[in-house]
């Protein structure tokens, strides 16, 4: 994608990587954009800056409205996760918020209806969701509206997990396609990547260090090196997992894509007929394995009892119980957290003052080889955990 800029372009892009504030950001990006010769082979690298200033601007824009008190579109995130609905005008998407959530959004029944993200709640088992209910997406196709979408791009990217809205009534798989592609060119994936890079920079590093976990498929660690410092980035931690290319890493010098696990609903198939809904499910699942499909009705109430544990699931998180050492119940509400946390992360979580002082923990539960295992801080937890933390001073 972005190879053979001019040195001129490379120091300048050093200069937005290094600006702090959203202001400074947007002036190195369009002093950055100013100096990319524009031909077939920027195409991309072009668009991507093109949107990112417009997503920069909308948040620069979003700042100053929080500041004097006016509506804003980013939204707080409260109980385990955050999730926010996606799907064009029309698809159901408040009245599905409506059906699952304990809070309500304006269903009118007429085109955008709802102009400002409406967060509630929804629960599974002793789970708390949160949920967003969203303006319409447009597609990118669309002229117009750029603001609009920018903005509910940049709702995506800071959301945990996507819940997808289809109308079954209205060509689903177009809609799907529209909202991947535009999702996709933000740099946000739904599809699970081969691989990932992260790229840490700091003059703590001295010198282009990489982290292995996984395999470059055309290129040398020394391509890797050589890579970077045309970029006159001297001094980072490349960190790659999976299988990735030279042009993966050199995306990440730009903006590392964000994959989203998503949960996809096939709405108001009370209206579509059966054998219409069937061919809809079998075409979106063939075109997308990486989400789960499922065919519901707000209006009916259809399939929606199971749409919380689909969206549990694909957030990958477990559920641990903290007990303290003389009690025999363990808490009530749960620690949420990734699925794969040790007892160390677990910790963290709980008063990360406990590991200076960790002597061993306690685990009843799935993760157990018996009631009341002894493990050490590397024991990874599972869903269900019930964990018990021994220090070597009494009382914390
Ligand atoms: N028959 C039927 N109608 C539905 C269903 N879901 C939503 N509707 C109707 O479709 C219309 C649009 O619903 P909304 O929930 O407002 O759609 P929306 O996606 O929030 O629309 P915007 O706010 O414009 O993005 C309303 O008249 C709803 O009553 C469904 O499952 N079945
Ligand atoms: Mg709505």
Do not use: C
């Amino acid at each position: 994608m972005v190879t053979n800029l001019p040195a001129e372009a490379k120091a300048r892009w050093v200069k937005y990587l290094e600006a702090r504030t959203t202001e400074e950001k947007i002036r190195a990006l369009e002093d950055f954009l100013s100096s990319v010769p524009k031909h077939k082979g920027t195409e991309n690298l072009v668009a991507w800056v093109r949107r990112k200033l417009s997503e920069l601007r909308e948040e620069l824009e979003e700042s100053k409205k929080k500041r004097s008190g006016g509506p804003s579109f980013f939204v707080e995130k409260h109980g385990a996760a955050q999730v926010v609905l996606l799907g064009y005008t029309l698809s159901g998407k408040s009245s599905l918020f409506n059906a699952l959530t304990n809070a309500k959004s304006r269903v009118t029944g007429l085109p955008y209806t709802t102009m400002f993200p409406v967060p509630g709640m929804v629960r599974y088992e002793d789970v708390q969701i949160q949920l967003i209910d969203t303006p319409p997406f447009v597609p990118e196709a669309t002229s117009g509206k750029a603001s609009w979408r920018a903005k509910l791009i940049g709702l995506a990217r800071n959301a945990d997990a996507l819940l997808i809205v289809l109308d079954s009534t209205s060509d689903p798989v177009e809609q799907f396609r529209n909202i991947v592609e535009d999702l996709e060119n933000a740099g946000i994936m739904l599809r699970k990547p081969r691989g990932r890079v992260q790229i840490e920079r700091s003059k703590a590093y001295s010198g282009v260090r990489l982290a292995k976990m996984g395999k470059i498929l055309d290129g040398t660690e020394e391509d890797v090196r050589k890579l970077l410092e045309s970029y006159r980035v001297f001094n980072a931690l490349v960190k790659i997992y999976g299988e990735v290319s030279l042009d993966d890493i050199e995306k990440a010098l730009f903006e590392a894509s964000v994959h989203k696990s998503s949960v996809t609903l096939l709405n108001k198939v009370d209206l579509a007929g059966s054998e219409v809904v069937e061919e809809q499910l079998k075409e979106l699942k063939e075109l997308a394995p990486y989400t789960q499909i499922l065919p519901v009705s707000a209006t009916s109430r259809l399939g929606l009892e199971a749409v919380p544990k689909y969206l549990f699931a694909v957030l990958e998180l477990i559920r641990v119980y903290t007990k303290e050492p003389n009690s025999k119940e363990p808490s009530r509400e749960p620690l949420v957290i990734p699925k794969g946390s040790t007892v160390e992360d677990a910790i963290k979580y709980i008063r990360e003052e406990f590991l200076k002082y960790f002597k061993y923990a306690r685990i009843w539960g799935p993760s157990a080889k018996y009631p009341g295992e002894k493990v050490g801080l590397d024991h990874v937890l599972s869903d269900g955990d019930i964990i018990e933390v021994r220090t070597q001073i009494r009382g914390i």
